[in-house]
């Protein structure tokens, strides 16, 4: 056995290859890679030893964690490093300004894929203000994943930390596959396939202006308990208690749509994730364990808010129905064969135009019951989400509810979008979460 394959840790699962060709295709526009991130806000500085002493226990649980992407042949795997970089750094700021610029410039910190540590935790504090930072590679995990790192470090008991066990080494996504005859996988590729194409016969709707791509930026919005309750009541009713994801989903479409009725295209199409995961696991499995669903509406559906609704459903009924949502699991597998290049052209451009094929990127996160209210003994205030971007699209709609409150993120891509024009996009946005009849 080589030096190089003797230092292989783990292999990536087919769902981080495909957000490694993602990673790819955003270093291409802006260097950075599929950067996310999580800040918590705290309401004072925690107990740094007693943090310090849970992100060590972390990494020998995971070590994962500690390792490093590297290419080796055509495939890619998470590789031991010859030196162990921190992964824990703390900032001093002046000012809540000061605060929101060391975020920004993690976020935008553009390091080779080899050298960048997958998972790293940055506390910025000023005088009067204290926000922790997860910051992730998207190839090393997902945002479930991330939340039950949370969870990891928010247990005070060393025990109850112990349950948090490691995972399988076999990925969800082949567990799932392994299930299925030849025959059946042959079945569900050939109508993956079938699905994608109908999807690429209306060019979608891209609201990005057409500049070069240079950073990151970020805007968040806390809804108060009262507007979070109501949102999740409209929810339920337009979109029923399984499918919230549509609700938000249908909601930023009318938004954007008022914003700009004239721009190009004829549909909404708009990809989000399912996750594999059996519920209440205690496991962080580190990779990405989801399959990829699609939500796709016509301009003319649009202007009609209950027709948009009723559509969204019945094409969510059918995918299931239909199995759709698993047939992209064999394409998934086989994907890992392609270069990261070609990868990511079959992920983003449309068969039929060769145009962006998503309209906005969309992910809800739900934290858990489990998700202590303090960590280190310092209570969590809020939470918000990051996530980089390719352009175009340019923008994400990252939806989180915490303690009963909704907080909706706007990540976007300057100077494609700028910060005024989102801020008025977020207000057509809650108008919609807030009109359970709108016209």
């Known amino acids: 056995m080589s030096k190089n394959q003797a230092n292989i840790l783990q292999a990536l699962n087919p769902a981080d290859y495909f957000t490694l060709a993602m990673d790819e295709e955003i270093r291409h526009e802006t260097g950075v890679g599929s950067l996310c991130g999580m800040a918590l806000e705290l309401d004072a500085l925690p107990e740094i030893t007693v943090l310090e002493d849970k992100i060590k226990a972390l990494t020998q649980n995971f070590p994962i964690i ?28 002046t000012s809540t300004l000061d605060i929101e610029q060391i975020i920004a410039n993690l976020m935008n910190q553009v390091q080779a894929r080899e050298t960048i540590m997958p998972l790293s935790f940055h506390l910025i504090h000023s005088d009067t203000r204290c926000v922790l930072l997860f910051r992730w590679m998207h190839p090393l995990c997902d945002a479930v994943s991330i939340n039950l790192i949370l969870q990891y470090l928010a247990t005070d008991d060393k025990n109850q930390r112990e349950k948090f066990h490691v995972p399988t080494p076999e990925a969800l996504v082949t ?6 005859s030849l025959w059946k996988k042959i079945q569900l590729f050939l109508k993956a396939k079938r699905y994608i194409t109908t999807l690429d016969q209306q060019q979608s709707i891209i609201h990005a202006a057409k500049k070069s791509p240079k950073k990151l930026r970020a805007l968040h919005y806390q809804l108060s308990v009262e507007q979070s309750h109501k949102i999740n009541q409209f929810a339920k009713t337009q979109t029923g208690i399984t499918g919230s994801s549509l609700y938000y989903i249908g909601c930023f479409m009318r938004a954007l749509e008022k914003m700009n009725p004239q721009q190009s295209g004829e549909a909404y199409c708009v990809p989000y994730a399912f996750n594999l995961r059996k519920q209440k696991a205690l496991t962080p499995l580190l ?5 990829v669903l699609f939500a796709q509406a016509s301009r003319q559906l649009i202007a009609n808010r209950k027709q948009l609704f009723t559509h969204l459903k019945q094409q969510n009924k059918t995918v299931i129905r239909q199995q759709l949502d698993y047939a992209f699991l064999p394409i998934m597998w086989a994907a890992r064969f392609l270069s990261l290049k070609k990868h990511g052209e079959n992920l983003r451009l449309s068969y039929t135009h060769k145009t962006e094929r998503s309209s906005f990127w969309f992910s809800q996160v739900n934290l858990t019951a489990r998700t202590s209210e303090s960590l280190c003994n310092r209570k969590i205030t809020g939470i918000r989400h990051f996530c980089q971007i390719s352009s175009p699209p340019a923008i994400a709609l990252l939806s989180c509810e915490y303690q009963q409150q909704l907080t909706l993120n706007y990540n976007f891509i300057e100077p494609l979008f700028e910060p005024a024009w989102i801020e008025k996009l977020h207000h057509y946005m809650l108008d919609e979460l807030l009109t359970e009849d709108s016209p």
């Open 175 to 180: 567990r799932q596959l392994n299930k299925f």
């Open 287 to 291: 990779g990405n364990h989801v399959g």
């Open 66 to 93: 500690l390792t490093s992407l590297q290419q080796q042949g055509n495939r890619f795997h998470w590789c031991q490093r010859d030196t162990i970089d921190s992964i824990f750094f703390q900032y001093h700021a």
